[in-house]
Nanobody, 115 residues
Framework: VQLVESGGGLVQPGGSLRLSCKAS????????MSWYRQAPGKERELVAR????????NYADSVKGRFTISRDNAKNTVYLQMNSLKPEDTAVYYC?????????WGQGTQVTVSS
């Protein structure tokens, strides 16, 4: 199982970024996928989750209405569209796949929201 995130960077408050997570080594369309984030000095937290076929999503209250999770099973990729970014969104963002009780993580991508 390999998960590779991309798309992070430095953005001004109010800006947007789209993160991507390319998956390989497993049947991507069979598993729900999640995005987590971890800010300095804080615990890793769930940001958004999407079911295997993309029919259901859920979000942390702090990002509802601003972030959108989606997936393209033909491309083995899950996305996180982040709009109206705030300084408190600054964190390393990780994608995760849980398979039969095992959690697989990507290496993370840094998102910094600052003027």
């Amino acid at each position: 199982v390999q998960l590779v995130e991309s798309g992070g960077g430095l953005v001004q408050p109010g800006g947007s970024l789209r993160l991507s997570c390319k998956a390989s080594g497993f049947t991507f369309s069979s598993y729900a996928m999640s995005w987590y984030r971890q800010a300095p000095g804080k615990e890793r937290e769930l940001v958004a989750r999407i079911t295997n076929a993309g029919g259901s999503t859920n979000y942390a209250d702090s990002v509802k209405g601003r972030f959108t999770i989606s997936r393209d099973n033909a491309k083995n990729t899950v996305y996180l569209q982040m709009n109206s970014l705030k300084p408190e969104d600054t964190a390393v963002y990780y994608c995760k796949s849980r398979q039969w009780g095992n959690d697989y993580w990507g290496q993370g991508t840094q998102v910094t929201v600052s003027s």
